[in-house]
């Protein structure tokens, strides 16, 4: 489905923002809004890779059409996974820098001219994640801001997924986003592989996202536990390169067993949400030393390469 239409013959057209979604017709207008209100001079282009939506959001999509040179919604739904939907968004693309959000946030006002100009300067840019503005007091709290490039495993930084952008001929180079990645670290994978391959990152201090967290102890439980577990996935897909801090199958135990003692933390609705994200963790950390380190972890899953 194509909406909108491209603004003047023969523009130059700049940049193509992706965003991935799986039925997020109740938030995708706000952060549709916030990239209406861009800074950014350029032409910005938009596709929205549908992930298997069975709501309205063709709906919630065409309101906003006119605020971008084009606005498409293409049809990612052939297999689960934002890495999925991510790169069918890259091969979809028409421009050279490309950027990706999620659906439920914020970007701020300067979020696409930053980018942008990181991207001037290397094949891999990033932002910093700000909660306190998006989510409820009760669920900012339990949330560090991030400012900087993270890390994991004592190895390479990385910007998260929520706030990202590449030169499209290297992700397409490196294979895109590995699709094996049930539910996080993918974004990991894939900056590591673009740095590994002579890639540069640069943090843009101004490309801010102010991003959702998970409310309900339930779906903040759930969303660790499978992030805890692609952690592992990760460390195995790099293990060969001796540079990754070890990591202990033990000692995972051990922090499991200690967090099952202290459940009764799940009662009080003061101490629920902080438990969940803990306990939902480290149970990741275990059955993601089971599945992927004592069982063979799954082979790769990346974007085939455009024929063109």
Not at 7 to 16: C, F, M, N, P, S
Not at 18 to 44: F, M
Not at 161 to 171: D, L, V, W
């Amino acid at each position: 489905m194509s909406t909108g239409a491209t603004r003047l013959a023969g523009e130059i057209h700049d940049v193509t923002v992706v965003i991935p979604v799986k039925n997020g017709a109740e938030t995708i207008g706000q952060q549709l809004e916030a990239l209406s209100r861009q800074s950014y001079d350029g032409n910005l282009h938009l596709v929205v890779s549908d992930n298997g939506s069975t709501d309205d959001l063709p709906g919630a999509v065409a309101p906003h059409a006119s605020a971008f040179a084009s606005c498409r919604i293409i049809d990612a739904g052939q297999r689960p996974g934002v890495a999925h939907g991510r790169n069918m968004g890259i091969l979809a693309a028409a421009t050279e820098k490309v950027l990706v959000c999620d659906s439920d946030d914020e970007v701020s006002p300067a979020w696409v001219e930053a980018l942008a100009m990181g991207l001037g300067e290397g094949d891999l840019a990033g932002g910093p994640l700000v909660t306190g503005q998006i989510n409820p007091p009760e669920v900012a709290r339990l949330f560090t801001d991030i400012s900087s490039p993270p890390t994991i495993h004592g190895y390479l930084p990385y910007p998260v997924g929520a706030n990202m952008g590449f030169r499209r001929s290297r992700a397409v180079q490196v294979g895109g986003f590995d699709s094996s990645f049930g539910a996080g670290h993918e974004e990991v994978d894939f900056a590591w592989r673009v740095q590994r391959a002579g890639g540069r990152l640069v943090w843009c201090p101004d490309a801010v996202v102010h991003y959702r967290q998970r409310a309900g102890a339930k779906r903040a439980f759930r969303q660790r536990y499978h992030y805890a577990r692609s952690a592992i996935l990760l460390w195995t897909r790099f293990e060969d390169t001796g540079e990754l801090a070890p990591v202990s199958f033990r000692g995972s135990v051990r922090n499991l067993a200690r967090q099952a003692l202290r459940s009764y933390r799940l009662i009080s609705p003061q101490t629920r949400h902080e438990h969940a994200l803990s306990l939902g963790w480290t149970a990741g950390t275990v059955m993601g030393h089971l599945r992927y380190r004592r069982q063979s972890p799954p082979e790769r899953e990346l974007m085939e390469r455009p024929t063109m």
